[in-house]
């Protein structure tokens, strides 16, 4: 298995139980496969869910320096904490910070049967 750090996902990887991330919250997976490494986090709100690479478009660095600690303290947007990024939840359009305009890399995922799994 390679250590490269990859940017997407096959479709269908099982991720786990919606429940693994509180409603208005985040959480980091790690994804490994045999080309290499895979990161990624998931933005819960209610029942729907949005997935990003973890990876700023600013200077290319993952976007939290504490485990799953993606969000501001309000949980309205998703913050880079490096570098003071602000990215919507919905689009991953970046409203604030350094690199204003530019967008966050999605990660397509989805909720069937009450299970995360990549789209």
């Known amino acids: ?12 990887v ?14 980091n997976f790690v994804v490994q496969m045999r080309a290499g490494r895979f990161h990624g986090f998931v933005v819960r709100r209610g029942s729907e869910v949005h997935g990003y690479v973890d990876r700023c478009p600013h200077l290319g660095l993952p976007l939290a320096q504490t485990m799953d600690d993606y969000l501001t303290p309000d949980g309205g947007r ?42």
């Open 78 to 119: 998703i913050a880079c904490s490096w570098h003071g990024a602000l990215f919507e939840v919905a689009d991953g359009l970046c409203v604030g910070g350094p690199c204003a305009g530019q967008r966050l890399t999605p990660w397509p995922v989805t909720v069937v049967d009450g299970i995360i799994r990549t789209a």
């Open 1 to 12: 298995m390679s250590d490269e750090r990859l940017t997407a996902t096959p479709a269908g």
């Open 14 to 27: 099982a991720l786990g139980a919606l429940d693994l991330v509180a409603d208005g919250a985040a959480r």
